[in-house]
């Protein structure tokens, strides 16, 4: 009896349903697709995921994947991939909503020729260099984390303190729903402000089609 019980416990996973082997086939496939989607090999993406399960998920919720392994790379090649692959994605976000705004002018010109269109369909991103130990950094980022703006956050000479970053989050009060959904992002500045010309911060930065170019706060 022992035996035979034995080799049931053996031969059961050569007996899986067909129910079961499609779900496994499922989702390996709906794995590689993701991983597709973001020029990634299925090995980058599990290393993603796992990413997501350890401190960079709560750092930076909602981070996009190239971005995580970016900021997370071991190697200057690999961090040179991942922002190669996110510089391409970036443009092809942009041209494609770019594409829909002109669409969306001709027709409101079409419907509407006496009137101003309200708003934009694509708010343009903007980009906040801040640094810790600036009230006026904070006093505008609040303005802007307000007036609901999608807005990505640097904060200079972070040295790459998550802690450091996650403090002067906190301190502004930053709805953590707007960074799950990628609406406002935190990074560190990691030399992108002296490589701007530097000056006074806060810097305030509007994104117009591939280039970013300085604006007035509001």
Known sequence: ?????????LLLPLFASPQQTRIEEQTITHTQAQAQQWGL????WQHYQQLRQGERGI??????????????ANSDA??????????R?????VEKELAFQRAYDQEWKRLYPTLTPIRSVVQPRLALFVSEKCPACETLAQKLINDDRPLDIWLV????DDASLQRWAQRQHIDMR??????????????RWQRLGGGKLPLLLEQQGEQWRPVSAP
């Open 1 to 9: 009896m022992r035996r035979y019980l034995l080799l049931c416990l």
């Open 41 to 44: 090999t299925d090995s980058e």
């Open 59 to 72: 750092w930076s919720p909602g981070l996009d994947p190239l971005t995580t392994l970016g900021v997370e």
């Open 78 to 87: 690999e961090r040179q991939r991942y922002a190669e692959l996110l510089a």
């Open 89 to 93: 994605k970036e443009h092809q976000r």
């Open 157 to 160: 000479n972070s040295r790459n």
């Open 178 to 191: 707007k960074v799950e959904r990628g609406q406002i992002t935190l990074n560190h500045d990691n030399g």
